[in-house]
């Protein structure tokens, strides 16, 4: 059982290549999806692209590139899409992109796509001040950089009525990475999170509203990750954070190369995908180039993607 953290209400209010493989799913094509008291939506903000290799790990390129085409360089265009829960008066989001406080030479490296958090949150009949709370599963650049934006020299807040939650543990991760993690974890990002006077450290299980859930698992892809889980009316989903990033990592034994501790990553990824075939939750994909979220069902080899679902 978490602890729970209800706070007072707030204001109201470039893609990759298909595989083949994807063709054959059925598709459950409602828009928003509705979840107990909340209902969840999509902002599809941004894109980039990463090295096959540290999408895949140990897995061999003839097996992945089948899963998702490869560019000229070896790079696999992936989404950074963000989840939007809407529901007792606030607006939530889980992650934040990358956004656009990078150098000419990083959006190459990264063939970072345009920035459209505010056509996404129009879309939604929103604004930047409108988001209540951001959840970060972890304070990798590509997950909190795209909430700051650098106004007069300054990484300042994109969200300026929004509290960041993040787990103390991957915090202190951040604050201090390892050598592994030094890259990923981007400090002058991690320096305005601090300076915003807005974040929220958690330990462990915390209920942010009844039905949303933030839940430390997937320590082995960082120290303090976490996945936020939200669950009403017999329905559930999960946010699979960077421990199931996409419909290519349902093997367990398919971890990504960032991960820390790969056997920590496959326990907790066992787990997951237990809860997920026996209580029919669906899972959502923080970086799958095509699928949003999806119902997953045992196949021949591993547990495969059963029933998509738009969000
Ligand atoms: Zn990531």
Known sequence: MCQALFLPPGPSGGRACRARFFFLLNVDVSLMLAI?????????????????????????????????????????????????????????????????AWSEKMKQIYDLSEWRLDEELQRADLKRRDITDVVFTHLHFDHVAGAFEERDGRLVSVFPNARFYVQRKN?????????????????????????????????????????????????????????????GNDKTLVHGGDLIPSSAHLAVTRGLAFDIAPLEVIRDKIALLNDLLEKRWLLYFAHDPFIEAATVRRGEKHVVVDKMVKV
């Open 36 to 100: 107990g008291e909340y209902t969840l939506q999509t902002l599809d903000v941004q894109y980039f692209s990463l090295d096959g290799g540290s999408i895949f790990g140990v897995v061999p390129k003839v097996l992945w590139e089948k899963m998702i085409a490869p560019d000229h360089l070896n790079r696999v265009r992936l989404s950074m899409r963000v989840l939007l829960i809407r529901g007792k008066g606030r607006n939530i989001l889980v992650d934040a992109a990358m956004g656009t």
């Open 171 to 231: 915090y202190e991760a951040a604050s201090r990475p390892n050598m592994k993690e030094k890259s990923s974890y981007v400090f002058p990002f991690i320096e305005a999170l601090e300076k915003s006077g807005s974040m929220e450290l958690i330990d462990g299980c915390v209920e942010l509203l009844p039905g949303v859930e933030m839940i430390l698992r997937g320590n082995g892809h960082t120290a303090g990750h976490q996945l936020v889980r939200i669950t």
